[in-house]
């Protein structure tokens, strides 16, 4: 099992220099203490019972020296304690005293790099990760778990997945953009009973026409049941005890006092925004056109589909903004003040190609039917538009998520 490390080549300061030495000497020297255990050649589970010790153990430091970044062999490793047990027992097993003996400075070089360089384990993997993509990935998964089951208990409800859904189509006036708006939380759920619970839509700019939701019966929203589509709920359809605007915002409130594992329902709404945004900008202006989802309400995922039709911004591609809303609320993304609130996370935007079909989603069984009924219903179709997906695993309670196109100027 020899060690096939390259030479450390740091790319950053001091303490990047010294995780990837403290990396590549634990990677050689536990190499050398299980090349002397016959059992580690034949995978986890035998090394595991050849050593008395837990698989998970292991599995995690086989796969870990095997790795040819010795950063990444310092994020993937256990702590130094079950490294210790590990080589208590190899010794015990017929490793050599020196081997031992050299691999456990190892270990006592990976506790100081912990305890004193970087203060602790969490803030060691919060460091790696600038210069770990991969790892970057995996700790901010389990960070975002461990916010989801803190909030999701302190408010007393959680959704499965929160589905938000834009279209974006030309507006009948040639000089703006209609936005058809598909909302829902999936498998929602109160953790106790009468906690209040509601989604929102809303535009950031004041038109000059006053904003007026309407259903895909071209009615305005004025009663409980307008916007519903529980067609295509996957669960029992949530009930609503009231819809309230305020500004240019339109509040969804939910009614019932059901909780736990067994009181889960689906909402899904639609509301249609006629001459909602801008098309174009002035020549000289920098200002991008946006759509957000906001993550409303503790949840597992996020769905944020944003479908585009090819006379709006052609050959543009969205870029992707997400927004700490704590202190000032939702953000416009044009309001460059606002750009210290920006939160760097190893999101994505993926490209899913044109119409419904390509936008088939486990978590939302009957979603390419609730497409094709929302395109047919508008009159458009679907195979105009290009569909843009941000799909966020535990997004951060609080946070708003944003698509941002470069918009062209007025045609000439």
Same mark, same amino acid.
């Given at each position: 099992?020899?060690?096939?490390?390259?030479?450390?080549?740091?790319?950053?300061?001091?303490?990047?220099?010294?995780?990837?030495?403290?990396?590549?000497?634990?990677?050689?020297?536990?190499?050398?203490?299980?090349?002397?255990?016959?059992?580690?050649?034949?995978?986890?589970?035998?090394?595991?019972?050849?050593?008395?010790?837990?698989?998970?153990?292991?599995?995690?430091?086989?796969?870990?020296?095997?790795?040819?970044?010795?950063?990444?062999?310092?994020?993937?490793?256990?702590?130094?304690?079950?490294?210790?047990?590990?080589?208590?027992?190899?010794?015990?097993?017929?490793?050599?005293?020196?081997?031992?003996?050299?691999?456990?400075?190892?270990?006592?070089?990976?506790?100081?790099?912990?305890?004193?360089?970087?203060?602790?384990?969490?803030?060691?993997?919060? /460091?790696?990760? %600038?210069?770990? !993509?991969?790892?970057? &990935?995996?700790? #901010?998964? =389990?960070?975002?778990?461990?916010?989801?089951? $803190?909030?999701?208990?302190?408010?007393?409800?959680?959704?499965?997945?929160?589905?938000?859904?834009?279209?974006?189509?030309?507006?009948?006036?040639?000089?703006?953009?209609?936005?058809?708006?598909?909302?829902?939380?999936?498998?929602?759920?109160?953790?106790?009973?009468?906690?209040?619970?509601?989604?929102?839509?809303?535009? /950031?700019?004041? %038109?000059?026409? !006053?904003?007026?939701? &309407?259903?895909? #019966?071209? =009615?305005?929203?004025?009663?409980?049941?307008? $916007?519903?589509?529980?067609?295509?709920?996957?669960?029992?359809?949530?009930?609503?005890?009231?819809?309230?605007?305020?500004?240019?915002?339109?509040?969804?409130?939910?009614?019932?006092?059901?909780?736990?594992?067994?009181?889960?329902?689906?909402?899904?709404?639609?509301?249609?925004?006629?001459?909602?945004?801008?098309?174009?900008?002035?020549?000289?202006?920098?200002?991008?056109?946006?759509?957000?989802? #906001?993550?409303?309400?503790?949840?597992?995922?996020?769905?944020?589909?944003?479908?585009?039709?090819?006379?709006?911004?052609?050959?543009?591609?969205?870029?992707?903004?997400?927004?700490?809303?704590?202190?000032?609320?939702?953000?416009?993304?044009?309001?460059?003040?606002?750009?210290?609130?920006?939160?760097?996370?190893?999101?994505?935007?993926?490209?899913?190609?044109?119409?419904?079909?390509?936008?088939?989603?486990?978590?939302?069984?009957?979603?390419?039917?609730?497409?094709?009924?929302?395109?047919?219903?508008?009159?458009?179709?679907?195979?105009?538009?290009?569909?843009?997906?941000?799909?966020?695993?535990?997004?951060?309670?609080?946070?708003?998520?944003?698509?941002?196109?470069?918009?062209?100027?007025?045609?000439?």
């Amino acid at each position: 099992m020899a060690s096939a490390l390259p030479p450390v080549a740091p790319t950053g300061g001091h303490l990047e220099a010294s995780v990837a030495d403290v990396g590549q000497r634990l990677s050689t020297a536990l190499t050398a203490a299980l090349d002397e255990i016959p059992d580690a050649r034949q995978g986890p589970q035998a090394l595991a019972k050849s050593l008395g010790l837990d698989k998970v153990l292991a599995s995690r430091v086989l796969k870990a020296i095997r790795m040819r970044d010795p950063i990444a062999v310092a994020f993937h490793l256990p702590g130094p304690d079950p490294l210790r047990r590990l080589l208590r027992a190899a010794g015990r097993r017929g490793a050599s005293a020196d081997v031992v003996a050299a691999a456990s400075d190892a270990v006592d070089r990976f506790e100081h790099l912990i305890q004193v360089e970087a203060g602790d384990r969490s803030s060691l993997d919060a /460091m790696i990760c %600038a210069w770990l !993509p991969e790892a970057r &990935r995996d700790f #901010e998964l =389990r960070r975002k778990q461990a916010v989801f089951k $803190a909030m999701s208990q302190l408010k007393g409800l959680m959704a499965e997945t929160i589905l938000s859904t834009v279209m974006l189509r030309p507006g009948s006036d040639g000089v703006t953009i209609d936005i058809v708006w598909v909302m829902g939380l999936l498998g929602f759920q109160r953790l106790r009973p009468n906690v209040p619970a509601k989604l929102a839509t809303r535009r /950031m700019a004041a %038109a000059e026409d !006053p904003r007026v939701p &309407r259903n895909l #019966e071209g =009615r305005p929203i004025l009663h409980l049941d307008d $916007a519903r589509l529980d067609e295509f709920c996957d669960g029992p359809p949530a009930q609503l005890t009231a819809v309230s605007q305020a500004n240019e915002s339109v509040h969804y409130h939910l009614a019932g006092s059901d909780f736990g594992p067994n009181s889960g329902v689906d909402l899904v709404l639609v509301e249609v925004n006629e001459r909602e945004m801008q098309r174009y900008v002035p020549r000289d202006s920098d200002r991008k056109g946006h759509v957000f989802a #906001e993550v409303s309400a503790p949840t597992k995922s996020l769905l944020f589909d944003v479908l585009v039709h090819e006379d709006i911004y052609p050959g543009r591609e969205p870029q992707l903004l997400i927004y700490d809303t704590t202190l000032e609320g939702v953000a416009d993304i044009n309001d460059r003040s606002r750009d210290g609130d920006r939160l760097e996370m190893a999101e994505t935007i993926q490209s899913l190609g044109r119409g419904a079909g390509v936008a088939r989603d486990a978590r939302a069984p009957m979603y390419v039917d609730l497409l094709r009924h929302v395109f047919d219903r508008t009159g458009s179709d679907d195979r105009q538009f290009r569909v843009y997906r941000c799909s966020i695993a535990y997004p951060l309670y609080g946070s708003q998520v944003a698509m941002a196109f470069d918009v062209p100027p007025p045609p000439a």
